[in-house]
């Protein structure tokens, strides 16, 4: 029964900030011990993680985007936000938001469908 859902602008202009928000339901964004992560799929590429925001508020990026990425959440809403920022067109992609629960294994529970942004001018 546990449901994400990405919204946000389909097409962002090169140096505008790129801003998603993930909706969840029937799982609390609060709740042990669950991290809840963006990931993003270029078009012809891979999944590449972005990053991540705990049960307890904390946050991790990958190396490569930490500079110019910020994840934050409303827990009245049980939501989570991607905001990047200074966007170019190499960050076009599928960005996904998803549930990770505490593990000895590294996976992913649930998925949100995915949702297409383009940065171009």
């Known amino acids: 029964q546990v449901q994400l859902q990405e919204s946000g602008p389909g097409l962002v202009k090169p140096s505008q900030t790129l801003s998603l928000t993930c909706t969840v339901s029937?799982?609390?964004?609060?709740?042990?011990?669950?991290?809840w992560s963006w990931i993003r799929q270029p078009p012809g590429k891979g999944l590449e993680w972005i990053g991540v925001i705990a049960y307890s508020g904390s946050t991790f990026y990958s190396p490569s985007l930490k500079s110019r990425t910020s994840i934050s959440r409303d827990t009245s809403k049980n939501q989570f936000t991607l905001e990047v920022i200074s966007a170019t067109p190499e960050d076009t992609a599928v960005y996904y938001c998803a549930r990770v629960p505490l593990s000895d294994r590294p996976g992913i529970d649930y998925w949100g469908q995915g949702t297409q942004v383009t940065v171009s001018s």
């Open positions: 029937g799982s609390s964004i609060t709740t042990n011990y669950y991290y």
